[in-house]
């Protein structure tokens, strides 16, 4: 069954804006890993979270991690046109051999 | 320089032919993988291989077979293939299983 499930599935915003993208999952996680993957390429690593951190910074990124409620949020501050993309979550579960499971994305659209 | 390089970038092939996908990676890491992304974006691991050896294979069809020759390389052969394996296969590496990991840029499948 699919691990991380993105929410919204899409969101546009004005430029400018801040955008929060939410990715949950079901079973107890080694870390959480956030992706982007612009247009007709290859998948882009944005930040890892492990389980034992609760929030984590990386320029106008903030990710947050609850494992009580299986969930992690992703912030994208003072959003630009070139943050248009697909966004996925991936999640190393604790007892899931050693493989990432992707999430369904969330479809980003920034409005200049 | 690319970090992971895929060949070809485009497939276009009939039902019933047989193919084959080229990675490689000049980043020194140990392990590499074989994604598929379906229509709906949706990503889903086929293969890792660690230092060379098999160590996930997800329910693929066996008419899909990894082959690496050195860690640097994973190669991808399809037999007889099928309408439904189009889709845009990805190649990728980390360090180490489920670590952060580096994507090739894609190689879009279309079987006529």
């Known amino acids: 069954s699919q691990q991380g499930e993105e929410d919204p599935q899409a969101l546009s915003i004005q430029e400018g804006e801040n955008a929060t993208m939410n990715c949950s999952y079901k079973?107890?996680?080694?870390?959480l890993q956030w992706y982007r993957q612009n247009s007709g390429r290859g998948l882009v690593h944005l930040i890892l979270?492990?389980?034992?951190?609760r929030e984590k910074h990386s320029g106008r990124l903030r990710v947050t991690l609850d494992t009580s409620k299986k969930s992690s949020s992703l912030l994208i501050t003072a959003s630009r046109a070139a943050d248009t993309a697909s966004y996925f979550c991936?999640?190393?579960?604790?007892?899931?051999?050693?493989?990432?499971?992707f999430g369904t994305g969330t479809r980003l659209t920034i409005i200049p | 320089d690319t970090a992971v390089s895929q060949t070809p970038k485009y497939l276009v092939t009939q039902m019933g032919n047989d193919k084959s996908i080229k990675c490689e990676q000049n980043?020194?890491?140990?392990?590499m993988y074989w994604y598929k992304q379906d229509s709906k974006k949706f990503l889903k691991i086929m293969f890792s291989?660690?230092?060379?050896?098999?160590?996930i294979n997800e329910t693929v069809p066996n008419r899909f077979s990894p082959k690496s020759p050195d860690k640097a390389h994973l190669n991808l052969h399809i037999n007889s293939l099928e309408l439904g394996d189009s889709a845009v296969y990805f190649c990728?590496?980390?360090?180490?299983?489920?670590?952060?990991?580096?994507f090739g840029p894609g190689t879009r499948l279309t079987v006529l």
């Open positions: 990728a590496s980390s360090p180490e299983p489920a670590d952060t990991q580096y």
């Open positions: 291989y660690n230092n060379k050896e098999l160590i």
């Open positions: 079973t107890s996680i080694n870390n």
């Open positions: 980043l020194g890491h140990d392990t």
């Open positions: 979270i492990r389980s034992n951190e």
């Open positions: 991936a999640t190393d579960a604790t007892f899931g051999n050693e493989k990432l499971t």
